[in-house]
């Protein structure tokens, strides 16, 4: 947990500096984004809110998705990632957001992805959007893994730094 905390620690400097705020989406990596960004004193000054959007379900409650938002989209691409992170901004109305969802383990998604798969979004003033695959079935270890890489594209776009 302490490598989530030092990502979030630069995330939370560089959003205070600017005085922009963030939102989270995420799926398999179950909480553990919002609850690096949560660890940070004084959290509520950049950090608008989360969702954990395991199910279809989720999606639809937690940020208003329409059904025709996920429509021809693969259930793990990039695509979909960028739809959920740029649902979360909106929902929010953050300056930034992270979007997650994947396969931790031990078994793959249902669409053929094998386990440690993940998509990672941001959107905000410039987007980005990568497939994680970490090649392994540790379904806590991927958790992991994903909440990092998904703070780690943030912090990898110019407009954060």
């Known amino acids: 947990m302490q490598e989530l905390i030092a990502l979030a620690e630069k995330i939370a400097d560089a959003l205070r500096t600017r005085g922009q705020t963030i939102a989270i989406a995420e799926s398999s990596a179950g909480g553990l984004i919002s609850c690096?960004?949560?660890?940070?004193?004084?959290?509520?000054?950049?950090?608008?809110?989360?969702?954990?959007?395991?199910?279809?379900?989720?999606?639809?409650?937690?940020l208003g998705l329409p059904d025709s938002a996920f429509a021809g989209l693969r259930g793990l691409s990039e695509e979909l990632a960028l739809v959920?992170?740029?649902?979360?901004?909106?929902?929010?109305?953050?300056?930034?957001?992270?979007?997650?969802?994947?396969?931790?383990?031990?078994?793959?998604?249902?669409?053929?992805?094998?386990?440690?798969?993940?998509?990672?979004?941001?959107?905000?003033?410039?987007?980005?959007?990568?497939?994680?695959?970490?090649?392994?079935?540790?379904?806590?270890?991927?958790?992991?893994?994903?909440?990092?890489?998904?703070l780690e594209l943030l912090l990898g776009a110019q407009a954060i730094r």
């Open 84 to 150: 959920l992170a740029r649902g979360a901004r909106q929902r929010f109305a953050s300056t930034w957001a992270i979007s997650e969802i994947g396969a931790a383990g031990p078994t793959g998604s249902r669409y053929g992805d094998p386990p440690g798969t993940s998509c990672i979004a941001i959107s905000g003033p410039v987007e980005r959007a990568q497939i994680i695959r970490t090649g392994h079935s540790d379904r806590v270890a991927n958790m992991h893994a994903f909440a990092a890489k998904a």
């Open 36 to 62: 690096a960004l949560l660890a940070i004193p004084g959290a509520s000054s950049f950090y608008l809110g989360g969702a954990v959007v395991y199910t279809l379900q989720a999606r639809r409650a937690l």
